[in-house]
């Protein structure tokens, strides 16, 4: 997808932010990529997939490989434009929401 994308943007200075799964023996990331016409790189691991379904850390104690990444302490913030962004992928938006709406609530 990466050789796509830099073909589709060569000449502009568009940035597409996608997200990507990187895979390798041991399992795989769920990440968000920045790619331009220059290439790309992850800029983003997903802190908390999804327990049971994607998050198997049973695995790495049977001797087994698979399952997402858990890259908890890994920073959440991605500079856009020179723009601080919070970035959550999947799951994660389902566990601050709560949190979130709650304190909205608080303010009213």
């Known amino acids: 997808m990466e050789r796509y994308w830099r073909t589709a943007l060569e000449g502009s200075e568009v940035t597409v932010f996608a997200g990507a799964s990187v895979v390798d ?22 802190r908390m997939p999804v327990p049971v379904s994607m998050w198997q850390p049973w695995l790495s104690w049977l001797g087994r490989s698979g399952g997402a990444r858990a890259n908890f302490f890994a920073n959440p913030i ?24 709650r304190s909205f609530i608080s303010l009213m």
């Open 25 to 46: 023996p041991a399992g795989y990331d769920n990440v968000v990529v920045a790619v331009n016409r220059d290439g790309g790189s992850p800029g983003y691991r997903q």
């Open 78 to 101: 991605v500079v856009v434009a020179g723009a601080r962004v919070a970035t959550l992928i999947c799951y994660e938006q389902l566990l601050t929401w709560p949190s979130c709406s």
